[in-house]
């Protein structure tokens, strides 16, 4: 079975410096996606940015981009330029993409401040 | 479109009562998901469907919940008789497809308090 660890139960970053949040995982397989996704307050799970493990390329979305390692199964998100809004729970997730099981494995998640 | 529904977004019951949660997934979408949050647990997958048929529910408790989704437009889950350790929020997400990496979009939640 998969599992997903994060390791930084929380983390601080001041507003419109870079902060990364750190993730790793444990599979058998080779072909998946990973994911990072973001529950503000308001609980509603909303994604960051999802990786596929067959591209070598690092994922970015704006001010957020991964920092992909397959071979150390290792997945941090960086976040450049913080903003207040971007205070939240941070989960990594992970998805297989060979296996007909669809579900998403979720890590302990890490709780980022933003300090104004 | 207006995103997975859920309801009710809070819902507070006594131990020993029949609790039913309610998800009307994206429209078009033919996969849906329960999952559970606790502090103590995280997030957790109780069940999921794929084109209304339960393909995986390792992950429900126990004979006290059981889920259903009788046509592509709703989801039950239901537990009864309810109890305190029950008590977390309850997300509903759904997406298109099975295998593919396609975002699966999430509901707001129910917030379960179970007395």
């Known amino acids: 079975a998969q599992t997903v660890t994060q390791s930084q139960p929380e983390m601080s970053v001041q507003e419109a410096e870079t902060v990364t949040l750190s993730c790793t995982y444990d599979t058998s397989e080779s072909d998946y996606y990973l994911f990072w996704y973001k529950q503000p307050p308001s609980r509603q799970m909303i994604l960051v940015i999802r990786?596929?493990?067959?591209?070598?390329q690092n994922a970015t979305e704006n001010r957020f981009s991964v920092n992909f390692q397959k071979a150390a199964k290792s997945f941090s998100l960086k976040i450049s330029d913080s903003q207040l809004g971007d205070a939240a729970m941070y989960f990594c997730a992970y998805r297989s993409r060979e296996t007909s099981g669809s579900r998403l494995t979720f890590g302990e998640g890490t709780q980022l401040t933003v300090n104004p | 479109d207006a995103g997975v529904i859920q309801s009710p977004r809070h819902e507070v019951t006594e131990m020993g009562q029949e609790v039913t949660l309610r998800c009307k997934p994206i429209?078009?979408?033919?996969?849906l998901f329960w999952y559970r949050q606790t502090m103590m647990r995280g997030l957790e997958l109780l069940i999921y469907f794929n084109n209304n048929v339960p393909i995986d529910d390792s992950g429900m408790p126990e004979d006290r919940f059981s889920a259903k989704m009788p046509n592509a437009s709703f989801s039950t889950l239901k537990i009864q008789p309810s109890e305190p350790r029950d008590s977390a929020v309850y997300f509903c997400?759904?997406?298109?497809?099975?295998?593919?990496?396609?975002?699966?979009?999430f509901g707001p939640g129910t917030r379960l308090t179970v007395l």
């Open positions: 990786q596929e493990a067959y591209k070598q």
């Open positions: 429209s078009g979408h033919n996969s």
């Open positions: 997400a759904s997406t298109l497809g099975r295998k593919t990496g396609t975002e699966q979009f």
